[in-house]
T-cell receptor, first 113, second 114 residues
Framework: GDSVTQMEGPVTLSEEAFLTINCTYTATGYPSLFWYVQYPGEGLQLLLK?????DKGSNKGFEATYRKETTSFHLEKGSVQVSDSAVYFC????????????FGRGTSLIVHP | GAVVSQHPSWVICKSGTSVKIECRSL??????MFWYRQFPKQSLMLMATSNEGSKATYEQGVEKDKFLINHASLTLSTLTVTSAHPEDSSFYIC??????????FGQGTRLTVV
């Protein structure tokens, strides 16, 4: 079945540092890929998405590129802020299939001033 | 994007009582609603998938008689935790999906059973 693997956290960075959170996937179909963010005590929010190979999703300074050849969708940000501290989930869903999302385990990001 | 409103955001109940959690789709019709449970510092565990007008599909290991799911309309799905016990304390989240398979989540409900 489909699966998503993302790097374990927590990731601890200083403000303005460069962020990379790795995510790889396995899927039988042609999934769309997503990053969701969960702030403390809240539900998840869609951060960015990419629906086909080589698409780049971007939002709030975060970027991720759908790499079919390496089955990856790594999340990057050039300069993190304290307010970016949250848990980030990589996920996939197949619009042509069951629509049931498959989530990674989540990576906690802690940004220090 | 689409909005899913989940209530209550937190609830404390006594052991043995039942608690109902509601999720409403405010600006779209949610044919399907997913219910998740999230333990501290862990990922989402899919509990069940509910489809409007039909019985929910429960994941393996989820007690359907304890976690009653109703999806009577295209804008409302409910999860009732029956005869709650302290081990049911958790963070429960609902979500629906958009046309590009993106998920729209409710705000979550923190359930504490004392």
């Amino acid at each position: 079945g489909d699966s998503v693997t993302q790097m374990e956290g927590p990731v601890t960075l200083s403000e303005e540092a460069f962020l990379t959170i790795n995510c790889t996937y396995t899927a039988t179909g042609y999934p769309s890929l997503f990053w969701y963010v969960q702030y403390p005590g809240e539900g998840l929010q869609l951060l960015l998405k990419a629906t086909k190979a080589d698409d780049k999703g971007s939002n709030k300074g975060f970027e991720a590129t759908y790499r079919k050849e390496t089955t990856s969708f790594h999340l990057e940000k050039g300069s993190v802020q304290v307010s970016d501290s949250a848990v980030y989930f990589c996920a996939l869903s197949d619009p042509g299939g069951s629509y049931i999302p498959t989530f990674g385990r989540g990576t906690s990001l802690i940004v220090h001033p | 994007g689409a909005v899913v409103s989940q209530h209550p955001s937190w609830v404390i109940c006594k052991s043995g009582t039942s608690v109902k959690i509601e999720c409403r789709s405010l600006d779209f019709q949610a044919t399907t609603m997913f219910w998740y449970r999230q333990f501290p510092k862990q990922s989402l565990m899919l509990m069940a998938t509910s489809n409007e007008g039909s019985k929910a599909t429960y994941e393996q290991g989820v007690e359907k008689d304890k976690f009653l799911i109703n999806h009577a309309s295209l804008t409302l799905s409910t999860l009732t935790v029956t005869s709650a016990h302290p081990e049911d304390s958790s963070f429960y989240i609902c979500s629906s999906t958009g046309v590009e398979a993106e998920a729209f989540f409710g705000q979550g409900t923190r359930l504490t059973v004392v």
